[in-house]
C-alpha cells in the first residue's frame, strides 16, 4: 500500500485493503484501490495539496464532459484531500475503438459552441493554475491565457533567453495569420493518451480534464502532438470527416500545442522535448538584424 493514500482513504471511511500504485499521472499520487466491501475503485491524493480546492475542480469538469457526451468515471468520494472515481478499463487500441471516440469528440466541439473563450473561474491544468478569465478573441486569450501566461514562471524563465521570447509574443501576436478563426467550444484541456481510457463495456472514456471553453484545436493538438498507437491515426481520419475540416488541417496543430509545451516546461525540469519545440516554432520570429 501507499501509506499516503490508505490513511486517507481510511479516514475518508472507505476502508482500503488493498492500495497498488499505478506509477502514473504527473501532479498526484494514485492507486487502485480494492475496498473491504470488495469494490474496486481508483484513489488520488496529493503529497503536498496545491491551493484551493482542486478536486472539486477536477470533478466539475468531469460532469460537464459528461453532460456533453463523453463517458467520464462516478465519482465515489471527494474531499479536499482524496478524489475517488469508479474504476475504468484500458482502452482497446483499436482502429473502432478510435473512431468511436472521434465522433464522441467531435459531438462535444459541436454541439457545445458558445461565444466566450474561458471558464466561470480558474481551473488546474496538472499541478498548476489554468487561467480562464472571459475574453471574446480567441487569439487574445490564448495568446494571454494560454501561452504568454507561462513566461514569468521560474522554470520557463530559466529555459528561454530574452530572445525566445520575444520571439514568441511576435508569433503570438501574428496568431490571426497563423490559425483560422474557430469559435469557442468545451473542450477537455489534458486530452492524450493517458487521459483516455474505457469503460466496463469498452466505449470510450476520459480522465483528469482541464475545461475550458476554447477552440477544439487545443485537444486535438494535444493528442497529435504526443506519442499514440498506430491505431489512433483513425481518430484523426475520422474526426476530419464528421467535421468537414480542410485538406491538411492538422499542419496546424503544432502552434496550438505551444500552450502544452509551456505548460511543461513550467513543472518539469526535464520537459519531454517541450523546450527545444518551443524554440524551432518561434525560430522564423526571431530577428537576427536590427531594422
Not at 92 to 110: G, I, K, M, N, S
Not at 167 to 181: H, I, Q
Not at 239 to 268: D, N
Not at 284 to 289: A, C, E, L, N
Request: net charge negative.
Amino acid at each position: 500500500m501507499t501509506r499516503l493514500l490508505a490513511d486517507r482513504l481510511a479516514a475518508a471511511g472507505l476502508a482500503p485493503t488493498d492500495v497498488r500504485p499505478t506509477g502514473e499521472g504527473f501532479a498526484a499520487e494514485s492507486g487502485l484501490v480494492t475496498l473491504a466491501d470488495t469494490r474496486e475503485v481508483f484513489a488520488k491524493t496529493f503529497t503536498i495539496r496545491p491551493d484551493g480546492d482542486v478536486f472539486a475542480l477536477e470533478v466539475e469538469g468531469l460532469r460537464a464532459l459528461r453532460d456533453a457526451g463523453l463517458a467520464t468515471p462516478d465519482v465515489v468520494h471527494r474531499d479536499e484531500e482524496l478524489l475517488v472515481l469508479s474504476l475504468l478499463r484500458p482502452r482497446p487500441d483499436t482502429e473502432a475503438f478510435w473512431e468511436q471516440l472521434a465522433h464522441d469528440l467531435a459531438r462535444v466541439h459541436r454541439t457545445t459552441v458558445t461565444d466566450r473563450f474561458g471558464w466561470p473561474h480558474d481551473n488546474w491544468l496538472g499541478s498548476m493554475p489554468q487561467h480562464n478569465a472571459w475574453h471574446d478573441d480567441g487569439f487574445a486569450f490564448f495568446a494571454e491565457r494560454r501561452v504568454l501566461r507561462w513566461l514569468p514562471e521560474p522554470r520557463v524563465a530559466a529555459k528561454l533567453d530574452a530572445t525566445d521570447r520575444v520571439a514568441l509574443e511576435r508569433l503570438c501576436a501574428a496568431l490571426p495569420e497563423l490559425l483560422p478563426t474557430r469559435p469557442p467550444c468545451l473542450t477537455h484541456g489534458d486530452f492524450w493518451t493517458q487521459n483516455i481510457l474505457a469503460t466496463t463495456g469498452g466505449a470510450p472514456a476520459v480522465i483528469d480534464p482541464a475545461v475550458s471553453h476554447m477552440w477544439a484545436d487545443v485537444d486535438l493538438a494535444h493528442l497529435w502532438s504526443t506519442p499514440r498507437p498506430p491505431e489512433a491515426e483513425r481518430f484523426f481520419a475520422v474526426y476530419g470527416e464528421v467535421t468537414g475540416a480542410e485538406p491538411g488541417w492538422t499542419g496546424r496543430l503544432a502552434y496550438v500545442q505551444l500552450r502544452q509545451h509551456l505548460a511543461l516546461m513550467a513543472m518539469f525540469d526535464d520537459d519531454w522535448g517541450s523546450t527545444d519545440a518551443v524554440r524551432a516554432l518561434v525560430a522564423p520570429f526571431r530577428r537576427t538584424t536590427q531594422p
